[in-house]
T-cell receptor, first 115, second 110 residues
Framework: DTAVSQTPKYLVTQMGNDKSIKCEQN?????MYWYKQDSKKFLKIMFS???????INETVPNRFSPKSPDKAHLNLHINSLELGDSAVYFC??????????????FGPGTRLTVL | KNEVEQSPQNLTAQEGEFITINCSYS?????LHWLQQHPGGGIVSLFM???GKKKHGRLIATINIQEKHSSLHITASHPRDSAVYIC????????????FGQGTILTVHP
């Protein structure tokens, strides 16, 4: 059973389009994250949700809107896609009760290419 | 300058060699994480430590809190160890968010 899953794995789209990436975890964790990995493989936090509540928003453009319908899901919607949004987006989850010592579990990543 | 710095950025080794990857950080932390990213792209947590040393198979991770430094060692390296190794830190009231180093690309030749 996949612990953290993301769909789609690959996403190729035109500039200006709106797209969504979905993430689901079956670990029973209460905190989920979105990370962005740029072309140089550098990872950076974008958002974090705890029990459906936004707790971290790291100066991400308003075009990015996370949504958490329940604590097992954290989706990422991107409006008006730009070339610079091309990256690999990773979802992760952890159990915040043990934070900051919590181990994080990552999804397989979604490679977004904006043409 | 990044809050988490790794060295070297690229590392090439022959099978069987002992490998060390270093990580220094400039912020207060509660835990340091070593992650592995294989060419296929997936990220796996190798270690999470807040003091001392941990060992798992041929991998050893150490941390010196006073010096704000951690090392990841691989003994008897193998081509299947080829991957990107990423150091990350968590701490404070950040709900566990990770701050990452830039990664070390390790290539082990047979």
């Amino acid at each position: 059973d996949t612990a953290v899953s993301q769909t789609p794995k690959y996403l190729v789209t035109q500039m200006g389009n709106d797209k969504s990436i979905k993430c689901e975890q079956n670990l029973g964790h209460d905190t989920m994250y979105w990370y962005k990995q740029d072309s140089k493989k550098f990872l950076k936090i974008m958002f974090s949700y705890n029990n459906k509540e936004l707790i971290i928003n790291e100066t991400v453009p308003n075009r990015f809107s996370p949504k958490s319908p329940d604590k097992a899901h954290l989706n990422l919607h991107i409006n008006s896609l730009e070339l610079g949004d091309s990256a690999v987006y990773f979802c992760a989850s952890s159990q915040v009760e043990t934070a900051p010592y919590n181990e994080q579990f990552f999804g397989p990543g979604t490679r977004l290419t904006v043409l | 300058k990044n809050e988490v710095e790794q060295s070297p950025q690229n590392l090439t080794a022959q099978e069987g060699e002992f490998i060390t990857i270093n990580c220094s950080y400039s912020v207060g932390i509660s835990a340091l994480h070593w992650l592995q990213q294989h060419p296929g792209g997936g990220i796996v947590s190798l270690f999470m430590l807040s003091s001392g040393k941990k060992k798992h198979g041929r991998l050893i991770a150490t941390i010196n809190i006073q010096e704000k430094h951690s090392s990841l060692h691989i003994t008897a390296s193998h081509p299947r160890d080829s991957a990107v190794y990423i150091c990350a830190v968590s701490g404070g009231t950040s709900y566990g968010k990770l701050t990452f180093g830039q990664g070390t690309i390790l290539t082990v030749h047979p």
